[in-house]
């Protein structure tokens, strides 16, 4: 069978729910379940610690972050890149954001496998800043230039097939039951 193609992004929009579950594990979930100084709470409830979450909301972020990551490494892990990759904020060009928006990062990442691969997280970051900036380059010239359109389409499919994954898992994930204190 020959694999969907798709024409734009709307098409990949995932659900609601998983979007907003995925946004949030790769970007906010180790604010919401870290060890924070409570001397802004202790300011009042009205003060400027009144959003700091209560210990109760950080155990609650930590059981929903394990459970999301258990979805992720029970997928094979190309996938789970891909999403990583696609919902991990950075600071890509404008240009090329606006011309990509959530495959930003699977485009760049697609683009870096032209280079060696470093092992370092850094080199990487580097790597894949100056790949960004050649593809923000090619962006005015996408008519001309296929290169970019080429790196989009395989985007598309690589991330509609990641969640189409993640989704499986995630529904087939039997759910953990909750640890009992005492006894």
């Known amino acids: 069978m ?11 929009r995932p659900s609601g729910k998983l979007d907003r579950e995925l946004d949030w594990f790769f970007n906010r979930a ?28 950080a155990a609650e972020a930590a059981h929903r972050a394990r459970g999301i990551h258990r979805c992720l490494t029970a997928m094979d892990s190309a996938d789970a890149g891909v999403l990583q990759c696609a919902y991990e904020l950075r600071d890509w060009p404008v240009l090329l954001w606006d011309a990509l928006g959530r495959l930003t990062g699977v485009v760049v990442r697609l683009a870096c496998a ?3 691969m470093p092992d370092d997280r850094r080199e990487l970051q580097f790597l894949e800043r100056v790949r960004a900036d050649w593809l923000a380059e090619l962006c005015p010239r996408t008519a001309v ?14 991330f509609a097939r990641a969640h189409q994954e ?13 640890e009992r204190s005492g006894s």
Not at 2 to 12: E, I, K, V
Not at 150 to 158: I, T, Y
Not at 166 to 175: I, T
């Open 2 to 12: 020959m694999p969907r193609r798709f024409t734009s992004l709307g098409q990949l």
């Open 30 to 57: 180790e604010c919401d379940m870290g060890n924070q100084s409570n001397y802004l709470g202790m300011l009042g409830r009205h003060g400027p610690g009144s959003a700091i979450p209560s210990p109760e909301d």
């Open 114 to 116: 032209l280079d060696r």
């Open 145 to 158: 230039d296929s290169t970019l359109l080429r790196l989009k389409h395989e985007a598309q499919a690589r």
């Open 166 to 178: 993640y989704s499986r898992v995630r529904g087939s994930a039997p759910r953990q039951p909750r």
